[in-house]
């Protein structure tokens, strides 16, 4: 049986106490990942790390936007529709494109759009991995003389990239924000492939749907490694029916302890 571990965004930013966007819990999500890699190198034959990667002019970014006073809004304001429609929030760039994302995004359902601290910014220490994980893989590297593989998301300002495999709204004329089939393609080639990271309201949650909706061939191979994984505050809930779903198409939940016990 072959193994792959798909690790989504366990970052500084999110994982680190002094991270821009501290996920609580995330420092010791990380710890237990790391273990894992760490206890069962010749059981791992595959790994693949994602890493959220933002401009700091980012259509999630405060500075992207502006009121009639010239303020911007501050970090977990939610921007409707209706707050584009009417010059509540207004934005500074691709004005016309800022105010059909979050239409297509509001009619999507799943998502408000919410402003959110800059994060995770291109060439910053937030966007690197977390210390102990960046460890953790070197181990497993030299272990097994094959190399980890991280994917970057994010870099499209005019988007967020929550799931590793799409953004929210692909744009056609902007390849890295469509369907990455390839890296659908490459964790197909293993038996089973384990899923952690950060957070799971978002990102990992956004990851598991993309999975279920695009990659159905996938979804019998999936684990949820369960203390691997931790919401954002307050934020867990728009995850739930993600979850729920994935419980009717029976994806398997485990704690990092029983993965290759």
Not at 12 to 33: E, I, N, S, T, W
Not at 78 to 105: C, M
Not at 177 to 206: P, W
């Amino acid at each position: 049986m072959s193994n792959a571990l798909l690790i989504i965004d366990t970052q500084f930013d999110f994982c680190h106490p002094d991270g821009a966007l501290f996920v609580p819990g995330a420092d010791q999500d990380v710890q237990r990942m790391a273990h894992l890699i760490e206890q069962h190198p010749q059981q791992i034959d595959h790994i693949v790390v994602t890493l959220d990667t933002h401009h700091v002019l980012d259509i999630a970014h405060p500075m992207f936007w502006h009121d009639a006073s010239g303020n911007h809004p501050a970090p977990f304001t939610p921007i409707s529709g209706a707050d584009v429609d009417n010059g509540r929030w207004v934005p500074r760039f691709e004005a016309e494109k800022a105010r059909q994302y979050i239409h297509a995004l509001e009619a999507g359902g799943q998502f408000q759009h919410l402003i959110w601290p800059e994060h995770c910014l291109l060439g910053s220490r937030g966007a690197a991995l977390h210390d102990t994980l960046l460890t953790a893989l070197r181990s497993w590297t030299h272990a097994r003389d094959r190399d980890y593989v991280a994917v970057q998301k994010g870099l499209y300002p005019l988007t967020e990239h929550f799931g590793i495999f799409q953004a929210q709204i692909p744009d056609p004329a902007v390849p890295e924000t469509q369907l990455n089939t390839a890296l659908i393609a490459e964790l197909n080639r293993f038996d089973t492939v384990y899923l952690m990271g950060e957070a799971k309201s978002h990102c990992v949650a956004n990851s598991l749907k993309q999975l279920l909706d695009f990659a159905p061939e996938l979804v019998a191979k999936l684990i949820i490694v369960t203390d691997c994984t931790s919401d954002v505050t307050g934020l867990g809930y728009l995850a739930d029916p993600i979850y729920a779903e994935a419980r009717t198409r029976q994806v398997r939940f485990l704690t990092s302890d029983a993965v290759f016990s």
